[in-house]
Each structure stands twice: as C-alpha cells, then as structure tokens.
C-alpha cells in the first residue's frame, strides 16, 4: 500500500524508466552519429564537389553552428508546447535531412542540410534529458543522465565503423549512402519514442493537473496520484528575461561556464589528438595507437563518473574533475618534450578525469532549474558551450602554428582552471534532493 509520504522520485526504477532511458538516450547516440560521420564522409565529398578550404570548414562546422540555433529554440519550445511534441521532431529533422543529403548535388545544398541536423541536436538536448529527469526517481537520476553521454559515444564510435564499411562496399558515390545512413537509425528513434506521455511535471506546470494525474497513474500505479508529487507551483514565464533575473542568472552562469571551460579543452583535444600528438613527438603507429587510446580513455572516465556521482556528489566530482585534467594539461605543457609514453599517460589522465565534468554538463541544468524554465535553460547552456567548442576548434591549429604545443596546452589548462574557480564558488549538491528542492533558490 502506498503512503501519502511517499513521492514518485523515492519508488524503484521500474520498466518505464529503463524505456524511457533507451528513448532519451537514443537521442545522445544518433548525436553522436550524425555529428561523427561528416568526419568519415568530408575527404570524399570534397573530391566529388571539388571543395575549397572554405567550404570544407563551412560543412565541417556547419553541425555546430545548428546546434547553437536548435539548442535555443528546442529549449524555448519545449517549455512552451511540452516535453511530447518535442520529443518527435529531433528523429524526423534527422531522417528527412539526412535522406535528402544523398541527392545534395552542391555545397551549399549539403551545409544547409547539415545545418538542419544540428539544429535538430541543439533541439534533443532540452527536450530529451528534461523529459528523462522529471520522470526518474531521485536516487538513479545522476547516473541515468550521466549515461547519456557514454551513448554519444558510442554513437561516434558506431558511424565510424558504418562509414568506413559503407566507404569500402558501396562504389564512387558512397559518401552519399554514409551520409543517408543515418535516417536508418533515426527512423528507428522515432519509432521506440512512440508511446512516450507528456511529463506530468510540465502539465502541472501548465495548469493541466487532471492530465498529469491520469500520466501519474498510468506510469506509477493506480494507488499514485499528484500527492505523490514533489513540485514547484510558481509559473514564470518563459522569457531570457526571467530567466536571468527571476534569481536563476547566477545559477545560468554557473552552467554556462562550467560547461564551456568544460567543452573548449575537451573539442581541441578530441578532434586534434594526432595533430597535437605530432606536435608533442608522438607519431607513426604510436599517434595513431594514442589517438584510440584517448577515446577510449573518454569513454572510460564517464562510465567511472557514471558510477559514483551517487557516491560522492555532484560538487566534489565537478571540482577534482576540472582539478585533476587541468594539472595533466599543465603537465602536457611542462614536459612537451619528454618521451612519447609521458604524453600519452599526461592525455590519459585528461581524458580519464574530464569524465565527471563532461556528464554532469547534462546533470545540473537539468536539475538546479523548475520545471517552467528547465529546457530552455539546458537549451541556453547548450547553445553557448557550442559556441566556445566552434572557436576551440578553430583556434587550436593555429595556436599549434602560432603559440607552439607548450602555449596551447598552458591555455588549455588556464581555461579548465577558470572551471574549477567557477566551480568551487557556486557548484551547488543536489544528490540527496528532489527535483523541487534542488531548484530551489532558497
């Protein structure tokens, strides 16, 4: 029998919420899809379209440039119009771009149509992690959001290895079929998503409580009902405005550059390792061993952070994880000259403890905001981080040529030190809370 006193976020994980992770999650991992294989893809599309350097690096950044549009708007809208809708038009803006991109016959055609996928991934940000953590007992809420970024991984790891079978089987035009490969697994997105309810919290947020009943019911059990449910009943408007001035700036500050000085370092590091290993003597079969070496590190270090944020909390794991990859940075920097093992162990510990900050990028916007203003806020936070990771990007070859390797590194690690500042200041615990009380401002 369940009592009064007991809250949704308190029961145990059930089959809903492991559903709902796959089709929360299966939009981390088409991200990591979409966003990987032009990298698979680019060398043959600029052969094909005779390309120029500028219009390599327009295609290149096109992704990031939408995610920047799609992360405001997904996060706006989905406050607005609800979680559901939402929930649907990231897999078919993927499918019907993705398809369409196997026709592009210029570039121009293909930059737009990439500009579209990444407006689509600034869009799943918001809705996808908003919809899982209203949803998600208290006690899995961390490491289930936390998941999602081991499946954008994945996801990468996966277009390579499809891109690159597809490459060898597929003739003169098969950067056309790598590029539509992904409205396979974006059909398949849209399809687990059917069946997915509205977050009872966003209704209630809407004045909808008979409708947010009904969902509590159906997912929870008939014996539960909105006296199980922890929530906010303040309405703000969803406006930048309020946002930043309802009380809520300084937190969106914190989640802005925290998840920046995350981000800058790690976009550098992740898409230059063979060049800056190069430039730390590291090359041959060693550079390419290495570069494996520093995904897999990345992975290896968020399925850790996966593991114990529950353990040590939300603000110890983000201090010593911008701590720890910003002294292997100043380390890089310090002995660029030393034997090839150092640089790569120095990188290892990078991407070994960078994990916790990368995972709680999607933990704490999702969880230090109401329900009313939730998406947006994730929308902002990462519509922003996407600006620093296009000018990281941009930056890191010609600080290479510029500064040298020993510079690069010592501004790399002064950025992750600005996020451990940041950090220590205003880094709040929410481990223990229920999503009410973590977005408290009191």
Not at 390 to 414: C, H, R
Request: aromatic share 12%; with cysteine; hydrophobic share 55%.
């Amino acid at each position: 029998m369940t009592s009064l006193s007991t809250s949704i976020e308190d029961v145990p994980l059930n089959r809903f919420h492991r559903l709902l992770t796959l089709r929360s999650g299966g939009g981390s991992f088409v991200d990591g899809y979409v966003l990987s294989i032009i990298g698979v893809a680019l060398v043959h599309i600029s052969q094909a379209l005779a390309l120029d350097p500028f219009w390599e690096g327009m295609i290149a950044s096109s992704a990031l440039i939408g995610i920047f549009f799609g992360g405001f708007l997904g996060g706006w809208l989905t406050d607005r119009l609800g979680r559901q809708k939402l929930f649907f038009v990231g897999p078919v803006l993927f499918v019907s771009a993705s398809i369409a991109q196997f026709w592009a016959e210029s570039a121009l055609a293909i930059f737009l149509l990439r500009l579209v996928i990444g407006i689509a991934v600034g869009i799943e940000y918001p809705v996808a992690t908003s919809l899982l953590v209203e949803f998600m007992p208290r006690k899995y809420r961390g490491p289930r959001l936390a998941t999602l970024t081991i499946l954008w991984f994945a996801g990468a790891a996966c277009a390579y290895i499809a891109g690159e079978i597809i490459l060898r089987l597929a003739g003169d035009d098969a950067w056309r079929w790598v590029l539509a490969s992904s409205a396979v697994i974006g059909l398949a997105l849209f399809i687990v998503r059917l069946g997915t309810p509205e977050s009872p919290r966003w209704l209630l947020s809407k004045g909808r409580a008979v409708e947010a009943e009904a969902v509590i019911k159906d997912v929870y059990g008939p014996e539960f009902s909105l006296k199980h449910l922890p929530e906010q009943q303040a309405k703000l408007k969803v406006t930048l405005w309020n946002l930043l001035y309802s009380g809520y700036g300084v937190r969106m500050l914190f989640v802005v550059v925290f998840w920046t000085c995350c981000i800058i370092p790690l976009f550098a590091v992740y898409a230059f390792a063979p060049k800056v290993l190069a430039a730390l003597n590291v090359t041959g079969d060693s550079a390419a061993v290495g570069a494996v070496l520093i995904t897999l590190f990345f992975v290896v270090g968020c399925v850790i952070a996966t593991r114990i944020i529950n353990r040590i909390g939300r603000r110890s794991m983000l201090i010593h994880s911008f701590l720890f990859s910003g002294l292997a940075l100043l380390c890089l920097g310090a002995f660029h000259t030393s034997a090839g093992v150092w640089t790569l162990l120095f990188f290892a510990i990078y991407a070994l403890f960078i994990g916790g900050a990368q995972v709680l990028t999607l933990v704490y916007p999702n969880e230090i905001f109401p329900t009313e203003i939730r998406a947006f806020a994730v929308g902002v936070g990462t519509s922003f981080s996407r600006i620093g990771a296009a000018i990281g990007t941009y930056l890191v070859p010609i600080s290479l040529d510029v500064l040298g390797i020993a510079q690069t590194m010592y501004v790399a690690a002064f950025i992750t030190l600005i996020g451990l500042l940041l950090s220590w200041l205003l880094a709040p615990e929410t481990r223990s809370l229920n999503l009410q009380q973590a977005a408290a401002l009191g």
